[in-house]
């Protein structure tokens, strides 16, 4: 019997979090923190000021609820939809307990984060993850998990190809445990994503709430409807469920999550505990109702939006890199040569990409100029590019140009102008090159192939010839920029010759117990003095030539490669602040 049980809303598995301890502020999504919380058994909570308040005549029992003499283990996976508010150990777990239940709740939470992340080893949070799982003295009897916010609309393979290796690994070591899928909530009404594609809140849970009912009921697990409750709460109460951010729990969002899983997971009646918390029992009331409507009913996916995940499944894209990783100079310190790939000079002069700086309005900068003196293509908008667009930007008489560039992403800081930050001198917080590729392949002189080929080429045009002695990245993560690259020079723009020590291959080098790591010390931006968080470099030897192309193999992964039109395989995309240039 399929066990799709209805919960309500709160996010409280795999998210996107890290290893936070209780008690304190929830980190916030971009902060990359963090955090495994433990709520011991016998842990507390601070009474609230005001009485428990029983908030219905609750049932007269639930002839299905699990046996109170039985202490459980209890591990929630997810991001900060399960970690704000210390949702696992501080709403859910002194629930729990007020039922008379023996717990010890558990959170693996990374911002963020992904199913298919925690399920791979390779990954930070997957390897605390396998090592939890693998412990003999500690064995979970329910696990819940959460998926990215809307990962099951946008890219529905890999969320559902996520959850079966995420049950394969929690069985293969805890084989009675039990998995519990928390389904999570439409954003709020006002968030940019749902204004700009005409989604309402409504219809954004009820697609998640099909994409969970299907793999559920593929994999024969429980869901808790978290989403369903949100739903409910929001059309039967005034209650206020978001974040300042639209998207994110308030604490009551925090709570009806909590109560749903709680229902889901002991099947009891949320009316049959008596527990405020520091919920305010006119709010309790509220969440209570909704909670146990969805208890009650369950949560039925509209016939208009049911969908089956049977044969729905990710498979990587396929790529031959052609790199010796062996051969791979990743710099732990910056070289003694200048940054090239930004031109700074004492004038007043703006327009036609030179840019004021904020500290010094007389003093103005903007990246390589190449043979057009300007930086890049202006002419352009957001999200898809027109032919004429995508062949103006592909032109390499621009200081940096892009073949292989579909649409660029419209909801991050500066992404209008997303080809020109890629080489403008600013790593600081504003500005992000933020752009997706087509599904075709290039060569390396920018030609369609069928065969062995680049998703993308980013070339540099320095105008003149230079030496170069190294390159890469600045930026706020190692995940945002190509994950699988070759970098080739050339004098006229034609001929190009591979530079081995600037190609890497991070999936290759994972697979070897390798990482790309930074170089030390953090060189200040020269608009604001701002440093990056990650500066990753590689060796170019001190090579000649006019020009630098970047050949692409596999992407970054943005995080919201939630836009529904952009294509399923993602990533094949950069989300990242600036290329950088060490030469003379």
Known sequence: MKKIMSVMMSVILFCSCGLVSCGTAAPQESSGTSALTTAPADATTAASTEADTAVTEPPAQDPDARDTGLPLNILFVGNSYTYYNDMPTQIFAPIARAAGYDV?????????????????????????????????????????????????????????????????????????????????????????????YGKTTQEMEMKLRAAYTAIAEELDLTVAYAGAGMTYALEHSSVGLYNADRTHPSLAGSAIAAWTIFSTIFRVHPDRVDHTGDITPSVLTSIKEAVAYVYEN??????????????????????????????????????????????????????????????????????????KDRIAATDYGARDLTEAQKADIADIGYGVSVIGMRSIRADKKGSTTAVENLVNGHWGTSFMAAMFFDDQLYDIHGNVTAGDGFTGLITLNFGEKRTFDAIGYFSGSLEGFPQVQEVYVSDDGISWTKVESACYDAIAMAREGKKLVSVAGKPADPWNGNTAAERCLFDMGGVSGKYIRIGIRIGGDVDSVSLEQLPAQSPQCINTREIVVYGS
């Open 104 to 196: 010890t709740v558990r959170a693996l939470t990374e911002g963020g984060h992904h199913l298919w992340e925690f399920a791979d080893e390779l990954d930070a949070q997957g390897k605390i993850l396998h090592s939890l799982l693998k412990t003999q003295w500690q064995k979970y009897d329910v696990v819940v998990i959460q998926e990215q916010s809307n990962t099951p609309i946008s890219n529905p393979a890999r969320f559902y190809t996520g959850v079966r290796d995420l049950k394969e690994l929690i069985l293969a070591h805890n084989p009675d445990a039990e998995i519990v899928l928390y389904a999570t909530w439409g954003y709020q009404t006002g968030h940019e994503s749902l204004t700009k």
């Open 298 to 371: 369950g949560a039925p996916v509209d016939p208009a939006y049911q969908t089956s995940s049977e044969g729905v499944a990710y498979a990587a894209p396929a790529y031959t890199s052609g790199i010796d990783i062996s051969k791979t100079v990743n710099l732990t310190k910056t070289p003694t040569s200048s940054i090239i790939s930004y031109i700074t000079r004492d004038s007043a002069e703006t327009g036609n990409g030179w840019q004021k700086l904020k500290s010094n309005a007389a003093k103005t900068f903007s990246g390589i100029r190449g043979d």
